[in-house]
């Protein structure tokens, strides 16, 4: 089974920038043809929102609410992926998970990690 | 892209059973099989259940179980137990190539 683990900054000051990687272990993250490697954001008391993916090709697919601030990137020699959120305001404080399945769906989750916008 | 409508809270007693709706529109639910349940206790990371409407992924238990009519798409746990009590939420795959998640419901085992 893949494990997944995010990590990255804690607290991100307004207008700067959120930068977390998921490290994928248990597999090799172009292993899979059909994997996709997903962000997902759940703010404090509320439900999810979809950020946006990445395929080991380098292929993305973003949330358009989001995608004019958004880069995501993929380290396969690394094994681990990447997201940077930019002009980040409170409304951007969630914690974020990383994800990954095939057809349509989820099936691996990190803990995930909780990003706090405030200076 | 608005996100699916689920009730924010279901109950029922140890044994009986719960179903949670999730309504979308013909752009996401309604346009294809790909909705997926999730099942999230206080402080953890979601946990498939349910995908592709009815599939249940090995390891879950057949007491959960999906449907779809239309653009809504319904989760029913029977024989609950307590260990069920969690927010569950809906996913779905939509025309515009995004996912969309539901509300949430809170599923309480009275």
């Known amino acids: 089974q893949v494990q997944l683990q995010e990590s990255g900054p804690g607290l991100v000051n307004p207008s700067g920038t959120l930068s977390l990687t998921c490290a994928v272990s248990?597999?090799?993250?172009?292993?899979?043809?059909?994997?996709?490697w997903s962000w997902v954001r759940q703010p404090p008391g509320k439900g999810q929102e979809w950020i946006g993916e990445i395929h080991h090709s380098g292929a993305a697919n973003y949330n358009p609410s989001l995608k004019t601030r958004i880069t995501m990137s993929i380290d396969t020699s690394r094994n681990q992926f990447s997201l940077k959120l930019n002009s980040v305001t409170a409304a951007d404080t969630a914690v974020y998970f990383c994800?990954?399945?095939?057809?349509?769906?989820?099936?691996?989750w990190g803990q995930g990690a909780l990003v706090t916008v405030s200076s | 892209q608005s996100a699916l409508t689920q009730p924010p809270s279901a109950s029922g007693s140890p044994g009986q059973s719960v179903t949670i709706s999730c309504t979308g529109t013909s752009s996401d639910i309604g346009a294809y099989n790909h909705v997926s349940w999730y099942q999230q206790h206080p402080g953890k990371a979601p946990k498939l259940m349910i995908y592709?409407?009815?599939q249940r992924p090995s390891g879950v238990p057949d007491r959960f179980s999906g449907s779809k009519s239309g653009n809504t798409a319904s989760l029913t746990v029977s024989g609950l137990q307590t260990e069920d009590e969690a927010d569950y939420y809906c996913?779905?795959?939509?025309?515009?190539?995004?996912?969309?998640f539901g509300t949430g419901t809170k599923v309480t085992v009275l």
């Open positions: 994800a990954s399945g095939s057809g349509y769906t989820w099936v691996d």
């Open positions: 248990g597999a090799s993250i172009n292993h899979n043809y059909d994997v996709w």
């Open positions: 996913s779905s795959y939509t025309v515009s190539r995004i996912y969309v």
């Open positions: 592709e409407v009815s």
